[in-house]
């Protein structure tokens, strides 16, 4: 056992303090110094969609050293749709710090993240955080994670976990929920050192490490992440790189790294027991081990749970293609695809009878949003269409995702809330009310939550909160009705104009102001009726001799809803594709012309 060093990973409920508690950590140890004044919160989450949306997406590694040992901290995502980061993180550490707020309690994704590390065997420390949260209330929540334990199946060993209190944001922590006599993080750094396992290498084995994650330098070109189970790396050295297949190939490190604070560090060699970081196999990808050139053995491949959403992405060709961004060919989009599967496995591509389309399955909505937002942002342009649930046939019956949705709303609004979900085919599974506030569990397919969102923020005023969590495939729960709505549609190609965005303010609301550049097949609005409705926004008044009455009054415009990317992916229907550029998000036909709408229908109703 290499008493030195522990690799451990922690794991949340988004928005518990992971990444919060991860900045304490690294500001405390005594090997972290931050160079840049200027960054004084969450450290780990350093992409910028991270930053802006307050969630962990990708896993990070980072190293602390307390005393004489050295402890390997992984940063998981909080949120199931990026599950298949947690999974993988699972096979590199020997115990896992499971955060739990001390007002809300387990959530759906704790018990996700717990499970897989149920799953994997290892022990857990509970640290119960935001103890200083007006209303914290943590012996329920002590006693609700118990609970969760017994119900995951954990052993008697993991069910004795122990304790630990903590205020993230302002670094201290203690055995006690009492921040009097809390003095820094140290407590949590002790019980790291005593309770977890120092990681067990058996130093007469060969070369054996699993590649878990992967990262690109503009030097060294890909770097594979993951944990040295046996053996030594150096830098030079010839290895044998075994794929998922199984097929055996030469190789050759041209940089071997370990991790100390938030960098990767250059080293000669690296030890068993460790995490490393290793370059110079260019076509190595997740899951794949690198083994010893003459006893080439691998280790095994990790399992991922399957996609549950699909959307197509496809080529823009709307009439504005190619204006706002970079890159708009079918083999930019197919490269950058393929580019990403390399390091998400969770993710799935397949090719379709069109050689400028293609189905992208991914774990949920927020998974495949992530992913359109960094193409736009590196300057791709493309289309995709609505999201879609992956049906399966088991034992010749249909099977669809459903998934457990957590529901936290006043009491005010729980008979709008529970009418909602009846209407997408959910069963209650759980309700309880707690000083004015309900919480409900419901069972829903996939397919009724999809566009959901929104609507869940209108009807409870922006007050509700609603989490979800895949449960598994059930039998097909029968066809649930859409809701009937109309939208907006520009006849014209041009700018929007005043005098045109009156007359469609008087249909429905509008997603666009005066001077925005259109065409026609568009969706500039949403009727306020069901059926779509075309207007022509370009529109100018006419100027003639006579004065009205009313001459000089103006008519006023209602400030636009301005539709996020998943605003666009919840509003579009089956008709309907969502444009997105490096500076515009269309909602858009996917017929622009009425004329061929019309035809698409007749022919649609010809064929039944």
Not at 104 to 114: A, D, I, R, S
Not at 163 to 180: E, R, T
Not at 551 to 571: C, F, I, K, M, R
Request: glycine fraction near 8%.
């Amino acid at each position: 056992m290499k008493q030195d060093l522990r690799n451990i990973a922690i794991i949340a409920h988004v928005d518990h303090g992971k990444t919060t508690l991860v900045d304490a950590f690294l500001k405390q140890s005594e090997n972290f110094k931050i160079k840049n004044d200027a960054v004084k919160e969450l450290i780990m989450d350093s992409n910028e969609l991270e930053r802006e949306r307050g969630i962990t997406i990708f896993s990070k590694n980072a190293s602390i050293r307390y005393q004489d040992v050295k402890i390997n901290i992984v940063d998981t995502p909080g949120h199931a749709d990026f599950g298949g980061e947690v999974e993988r993180i699972m096979r590199m550490v020997d115990g896992v710090l499971l955060l739990v707020d001390a007002k809300e309690g387990p959530m759906p994704q704790t018990k996700f993240v717990l499970r897989k590390a149920i799953e994997a065997g290892h022990r857990i420390i509970v640290v119960i955080n935001k103890i200083d949260k007006p209303y914290a209330r943590v012996d329920w929540v002590l006693n609700a994670t118990y609970d969760l334990f017994f119900e995951l199946g954990a052993s008697e060993e993991q069910i004795e976990f122990p304790v630990i209190y903590a205020s993230a944001i302002q670094g201290k922590a203690g055995l006690k929920a009492d921040l009097n006599e809390m003095k820094n993080i140290e407590p949590i750094f002790q019980k790291i050192v005593s309770y977890f396992s120092a990681p067990v290498v058996d130093e007469k084995n060969p070369l054996q490490m699993l590649t878990v994650n992967l990262a690109y330098d503009n030097y060294k070109g890909k770097i594979a992440v993951g944990r040295l189970y046996s053996g030594t790396l150096r830098r030079g050295m010839a290895v044998a790189h075994i794929d998922r297949a199984g097929e055996i190939k030469r190789g050759e490190l041209s940089a071997v790294m370990l991790f100390e604070g938030l960098n990767r560090v250059d080293v000669e060699e690296a030890a068993a027991g460790d995490i490393v970081a290793v370059a110079g196999i260019s076509d190595i990808s997740i899951g794949e081990t690198i083994a010893d050139i003459k006893n080439p053995i691998a280790l095994p491949i990790i399992h991922i749970d399957e996609p549950t959403i699909k959307m197509t992405f496809g080529v823009n060709t709307s009439p504005f293609k190619g204006k706002e961004g970079g890159y708009t060919t079918s083999r930019n989009i197919k490269e950058r695809l393929e580019r990403e599967l390399e390091t998400d496995v969770a993710l799935s591509v397949l090719p379709t009878d069109a050689a400028d389309r293609w189905v992208v399955a991914g774990r949920g909505e927020l998974h495949l949003a992530i992913l359109i937002e960094k193409m736009r942002r590196e300057g791709f342009e493309i289309e995709v269409s609505r999201p879609e649930v992956i049906f399966k046939e088991i034992n010749n019956k249909k099977m669809e995702p459903v998934e457990l949705v957590s529901i936290e709303v006043p009491e005010a609004y729980s008979g709008v809330i529970i009418e909602m979900m009846s209407k997408c085919a959910g069963v209650m599974k759980d309700m309880r009310v707690d000083a004015g506030t309900v919480y409900v569990d419901f069972a829903v397919p996939t397919r009724g939550l999809i566009g959901t969102r929104g609507e869940f923020l209108t009807r409870t005023k922006g007050t509700g909160i609603m989490n979800s969590i895949f449960l598994g495939y059930e039998e097909y729960k029968g066809e649930i009705k859409p809701e009937i709505r109309g939208s907006i549609i520009a006849t014209e190609t041009g700018a929007s104009n005043n005098y045109g965005l009156v007359v469609a303010q008087g249909r429905g609301k509008l997603f666009i102001s005066a001077g925005t550049p259109v065409y026609e097949g568009m969706v500039v609005g949403q009727n306020a009726k069901a059926g779509d409705v075309p207007v022509n926004v370009c529109k100018v008044k006419e100027l003639n001799n006579f004065r009205a009455k009313n001459e000089g009054l103006q008519d006023q415009l209602e400030v636009p809803l301005t539709l996020t990317l998943e605003d666009a992916l919840s509003y579009i229907g089956d008709d309907e594709m969502v444009e997105v550029t490096p500076k515009s998000i269309r909602v858009r036909k996917t017929l622009l012309t009425e004329i061929d709408r019309k035809r698409f229908k007749r022919e649609e109703k010809n064929s039944i």
